[in-house]
């Protein structure tokens, strides 16, 4: 109480004080006059004190900007002074903030205003302050009533610069001791007094006058309100009686409904349970389906292994065969005009050899076709596995849909008495699920008569690929036939270079003609042969000249 009784004191003393030396100085004030710093701090005071210590992760904390804080929400004219003080980058702590506010409020005029609207609501301020803190009891109106007449000081305050963190609040007591002897000074303090009175006395009247009017706005809008609501009541009373008539037509509707609703569910469930009958005979047909073709594949996948492995082979033949060519070839070109029979039965090897290339590229092209087939048939599998998969999953949930249905049936029964809307919405969704359920067999039908389609499809595929089997079996015995051919003819060359060599005689590469060693010395390389190759006098001769020709 004392403590209390104190702090009135210094805080009537500061405004008096303040108000004289402001109205003698006759200018705006800033922060460096030294009765609004000791208003500031007498003022800071009072609202620190009762304040309750609040308990966070970093420590104890006990500011006055808290309470500050609600008036943003209680007053919205005060959210200009909150987004102020917030966007100041030098304040850091809350007692900077809390002291910037007042700063803020007291150059707007509205400090007054402000914490009254606080006191209006001790119901909020019972959070931040103790039952008998200064703010809590009527000392704070009283303080309230008393800044009402700090509205006749202009003040210019400037935030920006100013240490507000760190600032020891000291109440200096030297300003309020100071006794006035001189005359003048009692006439010019009674002056001011009357001054004072006269300001807190017109402050006043301007809240009654703002009250008035805002009672007499609420005046008119409760009559127009009450007007509007017996209006309502007039017409809610002739609703009620038009959905009581409604009421009893839905309720004989209802019953129609009812008996037809269950006698449609009864017809639902035996088409449901012929359904999934067949469905289950079906499903057991496509299992064993489904298993035949895995056997199926997995025969054709060891076939395709055998074909990739006697592919190798033949490619491995092929290119032997390539350099074969190529030594035949020089021999042929080396002895074609020694005997007419060699080049016959040279251009027969050409064409058997290209023959044998046609069928090597025809089994190769045959081959891909095979490994697209099978690559075909796995995908064909997976796509069973997962239309199996989503059959299964449909059915589940037509299950779910069924046990769900009813379950809401008998849900129907027990509040149809209550819940006639209700009652119409659950048909409704009952009628579209039962149709979206024959949809969904329909589908289900169609898509087993389509797998059973693709199924026979399979099945002429691996005829097709069975024949075609049968048809490589065919090339490969004609393949060592031919491989048989060219190892006769081989030796038919053999025995006749011999022949050749023993006569002393060489072929010419460009034109086919047979010459001795002196005639064919010449060597060069031709468009056919990359390496030089043996050639005639006359030729020799024309080469040079089509290469010189050409250059120049």
Not at 102 to 117: E, R
Not at 163 to 170: A, K, R
Request: aromatic residues 4%; charged residues 30%; contains cysteine.
């Amino acid at each position: 109480m004392e403590e209390r009784a104190n702090l009135m004191n210094m805080m009537k003393l500061s405004i008096k004080i303040l108000i004289q030396s402001a109205l003698s100085l006759g200018r705006t004030l800033d922060s460096d006059f030294p009765p609004l710093q000791q208003f500031f701090v007498v003022l800071e005071h009072c609202l620190k004190h009762g304040l309750k210590v609040k308990k966070t992760f970093i420590g104890q904390n006990k500011s006055f900007f808290g309470p500050l804080e609600l008036v943003e929400k209680l007053c919205p004219e005060a959210s200009d002074i909150a987004t102020s003080v917030k966007n100041l980058p030098e304040l850091k702590t809350a007692v900077g903030r809390g002291r910037a506010w007042l700063y803020l409020a007291l150059m707007q005029k509205k400090l007054a205003d402000y914490l009254k609207v606080l006191l209006d609501h001790k119901h909020l301020l019972s959070e931040f302050y103790e039952p008998d803190a200064l703010m809590m009891e009527e000392e704070g109106a009283v303080i309230v009533g008393l800044l009402v007449g700090l509205n006749v000081i202009d003040a210019n305050l400037c935030l920006k610069g100013e240490d507000l963190d760190s600032q020891v609040g000291v109440i200096d007591f030297s300003l309020y001791l100071k006794e006035t002897q001189d005359s003048d000074g009692k006439q010019d303090g009674g002056i001011t007094a009357v001054l004072d009175q006269k300001h807190y006395v017109e402050e006043l009247n301007r809240h009654l006058s703002c009250t008035v009017a805002d009672l007499q706005n609420k005046i008119d809008c409760l009559e127009k309100t009450n007007s509007k609501l017996q209006e309502e009541l007039a017409a809610a009373t002739d609703r009620i009686g038009s959905l009581q008539e409604e009421q009893q037509q839905l309720k004989q509707q209802n019953e129609l409904i009812r008996e037809r609703s269950e006698k449609s569910v009864e017809v639902t469930k035996e088409d449901t349970k012929v359904e999934l009958d067949t469905y289950k005979q079906s499903r057991q047909g496509l299992d064993e389906m489904y298993s035949d073709v895995w056997k199926q594949l997995k025969e054709e996948k060891k076939i395709r292994l055998e074909l990739e492995k006697e592919l190798e082979l033949q490619i491995g033949m092929k290119t032997e065969m390539e350099i074969a060519m190529k030594l035949l070839e020089k021999d042929t070109h080396e002895k074609q005009d020694t005997l007419v029979a060699l080049r016959q039965q040279l251009e027969e090897v050409k064409a058997i050899n290209l023959q044998m290339f046609h069928k090597s590229q025809n089994a190769e092209c045959s081959l891909q076709q095979k490994t697209e087939a099978i690559s075909s048939f796995e995908g064909k599998t997976n796509e069973m596995m997962s239309s199996m998969k989503q059959m299964e999953e449909r059915l589940q949930q037509a299950e779910k849909a069924r046990q769900a249905a009813e379950e809401r049936c008998t849900k129907m029964k027990q509040e149809l008495a209550g819940r006639l809307d209700t009652c119409r919405q659950q048909m409704s969704q009952l009628d579209s699920k039962c149709s979206t359920l024959e949809k969904e067999l329909k589908s289900e039908k169609e898509q087993r008569q389509t797998l059973q389609k693709e199924l026979h499809q399979e099945k002429d595929a691996t005829t097709l690929l069975k024949t075609e089997l049968q048809q490589m079996e065919g090339l490969k015995k004609e393949l060592r036939k031919l491989q048989d051919e060219k190892q006769q003819l081989e030796k038919v060359c053999e025995e006749q270079e011999q022949a050749l060599q023993e006569m002393g005689l060489h072929l010419s590469q460009n034109c086919g003609d047979i010459f001795c060693n002196t005639c064919s010395s010449n060597e060069l390389a031709l468009p056919s042969y990359p390496k030089p190759v043996r050639v005639c006098d006359t030729c020799h001769t024309l080469l040079l000249q089509r290469c010189s020709s050409n250059s120049s």
